[in-house]
């Protein structure tokens, strides 16, 4: 019979554009594209997730690699900011500075400073320091202090002398004489005016040595209670000293520390840091007295000034955390590798004397700090892979707190080191960018997801093909062409383009929104314009790339072909054969996609056991494929199961098939060959089949439609072309067809054809040449039909079975009367 209403017709395996629809020369004449093309969903969610200022209001962008995900984001981010400024709204960005904490030494404080303030603040403190050292040197160096000074000294040790020489006398009245040494005073006992030895005192008689140690007793409690009052002298000089050193440094110091008070009156943190360090200013004005002349210490040891990292003018350090002095507008902050410590900051430390230490000038911001008051993009996969961001990123949204932690923490390790800064407000603007799967797995599995990323912007892959998008589309070229310095492309060129990017889709009436790949096909085809050293990039030099392209990715598609020409790989292009039909699969290996025929049989037998899928039995089939062989039973009860069940038993297979096999585009393929099996029909070698089915005998769309139909062209190519050999593929499937011109030109010379059914019962006309056979009224089909054959054979089998189930039986009853 002939199946010349099955196919299809040549304009219709592509989409064809035509150049001459273009109002343009070159894409020279366009205006490059600055908006975004088909992305009207997710652009308004993303100007909907930046306006929203209330917590929890993240962005999640979802979409496919290419889809300009990142870059719809920056350029509304950046028009955001334009519009507000516009508004006059004010954006509420700052610097950020970590000071020391005097109360919590080992959690320092940080500072919010406007914006570009934050070195200003350090070189004001460091200053200060510079300016205490410079007057209090001056003022304790000066004359004034030192006679003052020298006044409370010598006042006190006039009244220490005047006591001891009180006692001194008095000693010597009773004949005593009161000695310096070096363990303290002594009384030496006299006699006649001169001081006796120890010797010459225990010589005396024992009644004088006894009334001498009497009266020695006496002047030494006396002598005791002199010197506890020269000490209360010497306490109350040294107090004198500190509040007349205290009062010099406050007069000295209290017209630095105002000027600088004033400035900052209205920031409540640094005017109370401020305060706190004149305070300790006054308590520490040793360090200011003397020239820094210190001594060297030994080798090996250090100075006990930086014991252990302290130093005396630290509290005068001041960390300039983040630094948006250089931002205009809001920071809009992109990390590519979001670490833990390139995410939220580290504290690094210094070895001392087998130690780590630290401070607070050691504290490094990360990626969500300095994004603070703007926006941080980051990779939702590069969040979840590395340990311990994606909890540590939760809670920063959920608290709006920023602080430094120990990355070792977070792992459960033990840090060397207790400094814990204090944490700051947060105002960041997340976007996480990933795909709808990460999306889904996120939402069903993390139930603080929702809470913290409210808004999701969904990128489509694919737009349609308007004029106004073709139109978009060349000026999306010619905007590459300005922004990467290459050479422009005329109508044709950009038609080639138009029609790559339709392919992509696998639609003739879409065109891929995946820029990225497009920007790849434009640079590619302007080299090979320039190798040329053609003024404009035409539709050959698009066609070059494209082929250029497949040749250096299809090496693992060409050793398959390789090795069906050798026969290594079983698959007839010609000639009929019962139960077996060649099947289409599609291989994709990363960048690489290409359709590979695979031949596949079935056998039928008496029996009870269905449908069997050898795949499933080894363990070779996915959960799909084995829903489309059920679907292959449900099939044959509802059709030839009406009044008899159906006794068989087939075996159905991939032949050559190791590495497994899914999905249910082959459904078809196998009913086809379970049909020919039971009728005993062959089926044409020459057309391979692809497409799935359902229950009611209904061919269904399947993917890679274009890469199947290439993929078994370019096979029987190798083994010659006869003029009858094709593909045959779901009619729902022809809007999906953009096969490549050499099959194009195939079918329209003949030497190929392509078909198209929306029925098993059409497309086992194709393969078999048999009429289908429609059903009657009383349930037979007319004879000599394909349905008519397998009623009759499914009948003469459910016979067969019964009439062995009888001799089964009487065979079992003469067994038992024995």
Same mark, same amino acid.
């Given at each position: 019979?002939?199946?010349?209403?099955?196919?299809?017709?040549?304009?219709?395996?592509?989409?064809?554009?035509?150049?001459?629809?273009?109002?343009?020369?070159?894409?020279?004449?366009?205006?490059?594209?600055?908006?975004?093309?088909?992305?009207?969903?997710?652009?308004?969610?993303?100007?909907?997730?930046?306006?929203?200022?209330?917590?929890? &209001?993240?962005?999640?962008?979802?979409?496919?690699?290419?889809?300009?995900?990142?870059?719809? !984001?920056?350029?509304?981010?950046?028009?955001?900011?334009?519009?507000?400024?516009?508004?006059?709204?004010?954006?509420?960005?700052?610097?950020?500075?970590?000071?020391?904490?005097?109360?919590?030494?080992?959690?320092?404080?940080?500072?919010?400073?406007?914006?570009?303030?934050?070195?200003?603040?350090?070189?004001?403190?460091?200053?200060?320091?510079?300016?205490?050292?410079?007057?209090?040197?001056?003022?304790?160096?000066?004359?004034?202090?030192?006679?003052?000074?020298?006044?409370?000294?010598?006042?006190?040790?006039?009244?220490?002398?005047?006591?001891?020489?009180?006692?001194?006398?008095?000693?010597?009245?009773?004949?005593?004489?009161?000695?310096?040494?070096?363990?303290?005073?002594?009384?030496?006992?006299?006699?006649?005016?001169? @001081?006796? #030895?120890?010797?010459?005192?225990?010589?005396?008689?024992?009644?004088?040595?006894?009334?001498?140690?009497?009266?020695?007793?006496?002047?030494?409690?006396?002598?005791? @209670?002199?010197?506890?009052?020269?000490?209360?002298?010497?306490?109350?000089?040294?107090?004198?000293?500190?509040?007349?050193?205290?009062?010099? !440094?406050?007069?000295?110091?209290?017209?630095? &520390?105002?000027?600088?008070?004033?400035?900052?009156?209205?920031? !409540?943190?640094?005017?109370?840091?401020?305060?706190?360090?004149?305070?300790?200013?006054?308590?520490?004005?040793?360090?200011?007295?003397?020239?820094?002349?210190? %001594?060297?210490?030994?080798?090996?040891?250090?100075?006990?000034?930086?014991?252990?990292?302290?130093?005396?003018?630290?509290?005068?350090?001041?960390?300039?955390?983040?630094? $948006?002095?250089?931002?205009?507008?809001?920071?809009?902050?992109?990390?590519?590798?979001?670490?833990?410590?390139?995410?939220?900051?580290?504290?690094?430390?210094?070895?001392?004397?087998?130690?780590?230490?630290?401070?607070?000038?050691?504290?490094?911001?990360?990626?969500?700090?300095?994004?603070?008051?703007?926006?941080?993009?980051?990779?939702?996969?590069?969040?979840?892979?590395?340990?311990?961001?994606?909890?540590?990123?939760?809670?920063?949204?959920?608290?709006?707190?920023?602080?430094?932690?120990?990355?070792?923490?977070?792992?459960?390790?033990?840090?060397?080191?207790?400094?814990?800064?204090?944490? %700051?407000?947060?105002?960041?603007?997340?976007?996480?960018?990933?795909?709808?799967?990460?999306?889904?797995?996120?939402?069903?599995?993390?139930?603080?997801?929702?809470?913290?990323?409210?808004?999701?912007?969904?990128?489509?892959?694919?737009?349609?093909?308007?004029?106004?998008? /073709?139109?978009?589309?060349?000026?999306?070229?010619?905007?590459?062409?300005?922004?990467?310095?290459? *050479?422009?492309?005329?109508?044709?060129?950009?038609?080639?383009? /138009?029609?790559?990017?339709?392919?992509?889709?696998?639609?003739?009436?879409?065109? #891929?929104?995946?820029?990225?790949?497009?920007?790849?096909?434009?640079?590619?085809?302007?080299?090979?314009?320039?190798?040329?050293?053609?003024?404009?990039?035409?539709?050959?030099?698009?066609?070059?790339?494209?082929?250029?392209?497949?040749?250096?990715?299809?090496?693992?598609?060409?050793?398959?072909?390789?090795?069906?020409?050798?026969?290594?790989?079983?698959?007839?292009?010609?000639? #009929?054969?019962?139960?077996?039909?060649?099947?289409?699969?599609? &291989?994709?290996?990363?960048?690489?996609?290409?359709?590979?025929?695979?031949?596949?049989?079935?056998?039928?037998?008496?029996?009870?056991?269905?449908?069997?899928?050898?795949?499933?039995?080894?363990?070779?089939?996915?959960?799909?494929?084995?829903?489309?062989?059920?679907?292959?039973?449900?099939?044959?009860?509802?059709?030839?199961?009406?009044?008899?069940?159906?006794?068989?038993?087939?075996?159905?297979?991939?032949?050559?098939?190791?590495?497994?096999?899914?999905?249910?585009?082959?459904?078809?393929?196998?009913?086809?060959?379970?049909?020919?099996?039971?009728?005993?029909?062959?089926?044409?070698?020459?057309?391979?089949?692809?497409?799935?089915?359902?229950?009611?005998?209904?061919?269904?769309?399947?993917?890679?439609?274009?890469?199947?139909?290439?993929?078994?062209?370019?096979?029987?190519?190798?083994?010659?072309?006869?003029?009858?050999?094709?593909?045959?593929?779901? *009619? *729902?499937?022809?809007?999906?067809?953009?096969?490549?011109?050499?099959?194009?030109?195939?079918?329209?010379?003949?030497?190929?054809?392509?078909?198209?059914?929306?029925?098993?019962?059409?497309?086992?006309?194709?393969?078999?040449?048999?009429?289908?056979?429609?059903?009657?009224?009383?349930?037979?089909?007319?004879?000599?039909?394909? $349905?008519?054959?397998?009623?009759?054979?499914?009948?003469?089998?459910? #016979?067969?079975?019964?009439?062995?189930?009888?001799?089964?039986?009487?065979?079992?009853?003469?067994?038992?009367?024995?």
């Amino acid at each position: 019979m002939k199946n010349s209403r099955y196919e299809v017709p040549p304009e219709k395996l592509r989409w064809h554009c035509d150049p001459a629809q273009f109002d343009f020369d070159c894409t020279k004449d366009l205006a490059p594209l600055h908006e975004f093309i088909g992305q009207d969903r997710a652009i308004r969610a993303i100007e909907f997730g930046l306006s929203m200022e209330r917590d929890g &209001y993240n962005i999640y962008l979802s979409g496919l690699t290419g889809t300009g995900k990142t870059s719809v !984001a920056k350029t509304y981010i950046q028009k955001l900011i334009g519009e507000r400024e516009k508004r006059g709204d004010e954006y509420h960005v700052h610097d950020w500075c970590y000071i020391h904490n005097f109360a919590q030494p080992y959690r320092p404080r940080m500072v919010q400073v406007p914006e570009g303030k934050g070195h200003e603040f350090k070189d004001d403190i460091s200053n200060l320091l510079q300016h205490l050292k410079k007057d209090m040197a001056k003022v304790f160096e000066s004359e004034d202090y030192k006679a003052q000074k020298k006044e409370i000294v010598e006042e006190g040790q006039s009244r220490q002398q005047s006591v001891f020489g009180e006692l001194r006398a008095e000693a010597l009245k009773k004949g005593f004489l009161i000695q310096m040494t070096q363990v303290g005073a002594a009384l030496v006992p006299m006699k006649d005016g001169k @001081a006796l #030895s120890q010797e010459e005192f225990l010589a005396l008689e024992e009644s004088e040595r006894m009334g001498m140690e009497e009266v020695r007793n006496g002047l030494r409690k006396k002598l005791e @209670a002199v010197f506890e009052a020269a000490q209360e002298v010497e306490r109350e000089v040294s107090e004198r000293l500190l509040k007349s050193d205290r009062d010099v !440094a406050e007069f000295a110091i209290t017209r630095l &520390y105002e000027k600088l008070t004033s400035k900052y009156a209205d920031n !409540a943190d640094i005017a109370q840091y401020v305060a706190d360090l004149k305070s300790y200013t006054l308590d520490n004005i040793e360090m200011f007295k003397s020239p820094e002349e210190k %001594a060297e210490p030994a080798p090996g040891l250090l100075s006990d000034g930086a014991k252990f990292g302290a130093d005396p003018t630290l509290p005068f350090m001041v960390n300039v955390f983040v630094d $948006n002095g250089a931002t205009v507008g809001p920071p809009i902050i992109t990390e590519t590798n979001p670490n833990y410590v390139n995410l939220f900051g580290k504290i690094e430390r210094r070895f001392i004397l087998g130690g780590y230490v630290s401070d607070h000038t050691m504290i490094k911001p990360g990626a969500v700090h300095l994004a603070n008051g703007g926006y941080l993009l980051l990779s939702a996969v590069d969040v979840l892979t590395n340990p311990g961001v994606w909890p540590a990123l939760k809670r920063a949204l959920k608290t709006k707190e920023l602080g430094i932690e120990e990355p070792f923490e977070q792992l459960g390790m033990f840090s060397p080191q207790g400094l814990r800064p204090l944490p %700051a407000p947060s105002d960041v603007k997340v976007i996480l960018i990933g795909d709808a799967m990460l999306y889904q797995l996120l939402s069903a599995h993390d139930e603080d997801f929702w809470e913290i990323f409210k808004v999701k912007a969904d990128f489509d892959y694919e737009v349609s093909r308007t004029p106004d998008n /073709m139109l978009s589309f060349a000026a999306f070229i010619a905007g590459c062409c300005e922004e990467c310095e290459l *050479r422009h492309f005329d109508k044709s060129g950009v038609s080639r383009v /138009m029609e790559y990017a339709s392919r992509l889709v696998a639609d003739q009436e879409k065109l #891929s929104s995946r820029f990225a790949f497009i920007k790849e096909l434009v640079e590619e085809a302007e080299y090979w314009a320039r190798k040329d050293g053609a003024k404009l990039v035409d539709e050959d030099h698009v066609q070059r790339a494209i082929e250029e392209r497949r040749f250096r990715h299809n090496l693992p598609d060409e050793r398959l072909k390789e090795m069906i020409e050798e026969g290594t790989i079983l698959i007839d292009t010609e000639g #009929s054969v019962v139960g077996q039909v060649n099947g289409l699969a599609v &291989y994709t290996m990363g960048d690489l996609m290409f359709g590979k025929p695979s031949r596949i049989t079935c056998r039928t037998y008496l029996g009870r056991g269905g449908v069997i899928n050898i795949e499933r039995e080894s363990n070779l089939s996915g959960s799909t494929h084995d829903k489309g062989i059920l679907i292959l039973s449900g099939y044959m009860g509802w059709k030839f199961a009406q009044d008899n069940p159906l006794s068989l038993s087939a075996s159905i297979c991939f032949e050559q098939s190791y590495g497994g096999v899914d999905g249910d585009s082959a459904s078809s393929a196998e009913l086809y060959v379970l049909l020919s099996s039971i009728a005993n029909v062959p089926i044409r070698q020459e057309i391979a089949v692809t497409g799935s089915v359902n229950q009611r005998g209904e061919v269904q769309p399947i993917g890679g439609a274009n890469q199947k139909i290439e993929g078994f062209y370019q096979i029987c190519k190798a083994k010659g072309l006869t003029g009858t050999q094709g593909v045959m593929i779901p *009619r *729902r499937n022809m809007r999906n067809l953009m096969l490549r011109e050499e099959v194009v030109q195939a079918v329209r010379e003949g030497k190929f054809h392509v078909y198209a059914v929306d029925s098993i019962d059409e497309g086992i006309e194709i393969l078999t040449g048999i009429p289908a056979g429609k059903r009657r009224k009383d349930g037979s089909y007319a004879s000599r039909t394909i $349905n008519s054959r397998v009623a009759t054979q499914l009948q003469s089998m459910a #016979s067969k079975m019964r009439q062995s189930r009888v001799a089964l039986k009487e065979n079992h009853s003469d067994v038992e009367s024995s």
